[in-house]
T-cell receptor
Framework: GEEVAQTPKHLVRGEGQKAKLYCAPI?????VFWYQQVLKNEFKFLISFQNENVFDETGMPKERFSAKCLPNSPCSLEIQATKLEDSAVYFC???????????????FGNGTRLTVT | AQKVTQAQTEISVVEKEDVTLDCVYE???????LFWYKQPPSGELVFLIRRNSFDEQNEISGRYSWNFQKSTSSFNFTITASQVVDSAVYFC?????????????FGAGTRLFVKA
């Protein structure tokens, strides 16, 4: 597709439940990124992929967060045993080539709003 | 470590005023990339501009202009003759060549209100 598609748009989970978010990058884009935005404030980098390979996961709270980008499937971000502080909008972005290439900005999806109650 | 500071949390202007959004960054890399994104009330993120550290030319695009000053580590964004539709949160961002540009760090954002 021509845009990054994130599903669902909204997700409500009780504390302790699992949450799974999906992202279909723009066709032909090899790089995928996940960001967390809490209360419309700054974006926290979570993880980046080059195709199905994790490139940088330094932002991931590894004990509960995991992510995958498998061939021919949407990328996913999964949170096991959600906590109240996980409530945020999760943005996925993709880029065509290495982000350092001049004409390769990040294209963001519209985000998934996760509410943990 | 990389860091982006947007000291202005909120700015309110009246339509047709010019407004400048400040961005100061920190990085140890000699090659890095700077960005501005717009997040309107609808929530999506819109890419506005990218500037490479080795390209210090300022850029103008319609009512938007960007002033990159390497000496002061600043990448300020000016909107000329602001319009109500410019109301949004604007984010400045930085990524370093040492990470391949894979890790973009965002500032806290500046919320711009443009009143009619």
């Amino acid at each position: 597709g021509e845009e990054v598609a994130q599903t669902p748009k909204h997700l409500v989970r009780g504390e302790g439940q699992k949450a799974k978010l999906y992202c279909a990058p723009i066709k032909g884009h090899s790089y995928v990124f996940w960001y967390q935005q809490v209360l419309k404030n700054e974006f926290k980098f979570l993880i980046s992929f080059q195709n199905e390979n994790v490139f940088d996961e330094t932002g991931m709270p590894k004990e509960r967060f995991s992510a995958k980008c498998l061939p021919n499937s949407p990328c996913s971000l999964e949170i096991q045993a959600t906590k109240l502080e996980d409530s945020a909008v999760y943005f996925c972005a993709s880029s065509q080539s290495r982000p350092r290439d001049k004409n390769s900005p990040l294209h963001f999806g519209n985000g998934t709003r996760l509410t943990v109650t | 470590a990389q860091k982006v500071t947007q000291a202005q949390t909120e700015i309110s202007v009246v339509e047709k005023e010019d407004v400048t959004l400040d961005c100061v960054y920190e990085t140890r890399d000699t090659t890095y990339y700077l960005f501005w994104y717009k997040q309107p009330p609808s929530g999506e993120l819109v890419f506005l501009i990218r500037r490479n550290s080795f390209d210090e030319q300022n850029e103008i695009s319609g009512r938007y202009s960007w002033n990159f000053q390497k000496s002061t580590s600043s990448f300020n964004f000016t909107i000329t003759a602001s319009q109500v539709v410019d109301s949004a949160v604007y984010f400045c961002a930085l990524s370093e060549a040492s990470t391949g540009g894979f890790k973009t760090i965002f500032g806290a954002g500046t919320r711009l209100f443009v009143k009619a």
